[in-house]
């Protein structure tokens, strides 16, 4: 089963498990959503009416820790820790993967030193080893491992969640692309129609210089052959005058 299919099952089980709890029931069942190993798609849940009336509440902190795992990384998680649960390992695994995915959103070529800063790593073999079999082998990032430029070359990785208005800039990101795109086709439709019109130009002028040079080509056999008619009538001439002359 892909990562595609066990997303979608897994996001239909806890949407289905928090309908049917209210208030401190979803802690336990928020904390399993987040330790899963296999999910990392979190705004179904927190869409569930359920779930959203923890707000304001003395159980808002856990909706708390599903918004972050919906949107945030593990540096949110350090610079707020004093206002939300403690995190078991399995909870500050994923929220690293997390990570991982959020800052291959914006670049393709991360640095070393940066993902070790925002993952808290110490050393280089740690972070590869994370990289390899905390990310690419459970199939939410592809990519090469750069040991000379110390860095990790991004091919792919899976989407996050949308944060809130983000939905906006992405539709104006693909209303310009259109747009774009709309303006080059239109420049190559004008470059063919004027490459047509060439080439129409450049058969007519070639279908005239045939022309020409047939026109020509008769024009010197016609003065080839007319010098010998003249030697001929000479010729005829002068034996008539030699005739009268005996």
Request: proline fraction near 4%; hydrophobic fraction near 40%.
């Amino acid at each position: 089963m892909d990562v595609e299919q066990k997303q979608v099952e897994l996001i239909d089980y806890f949407v289905k498990q928090a309908s049917s709890l209210k208030g401190p029931a979803l802690s336990p069942l928020i904390a399993e959503a987040t330790s899963n190993p296999n999910l990392f798609a979190f705004s179904e849940i927190l869409s569930v009416p359920n779930v959203l009336e923890l707000e304001g509440t003395e159980y808002s902190v856990y909706l708390a820790v599903l918004r972050l795992f919906a949107h945030g990384t593990w540096s949110d998680y350090r610079s707020n820790a004093g206002q939300l649960p403690h995190l078991v390992p399995d909870q500050v695994l994923k929220l690293k993967q997390l990570t991982v995915l959020t800052l291959a959103e914006t670049n393709k070529v991360l640095p070393y030193n940066q993902l070790m800063l925002e993952l808290d790593v110490v050393n280089v073999r740690e972070l590869e080893d994370f990289l390899i079999n905390e990310c690419m082998y459970a199939g939410i990032v592809r990519g090469k491992l750069d040991q000379l430029r110390r860095c990790f070359e991004v091919q792919f990785a899976a989407g996050r969640d949308l944060r809130p208005g983000q939905l906006g800039n992405m539709i104006k990101t693909l209303s310009d692309w259109l747009s774009t795109s709309d303006n080059l086709l239109h420049s190559i439709q004008e470059k063919i129609k004027w490459a047509d019109t060439m080439s129409e130009m450049d058969k007519k002028h070639k279908k005239d210089v045939e022309e020409r040079v047939e026109e020509v080509k008769k024009s010197l056999s016609l003065k080839k052959l007319h010098p010998v008619s003249r030697l001929t009538l000479t010729s005829e001439g002068m034996r008539s005058t030699l005739n009268l002359a005996e």
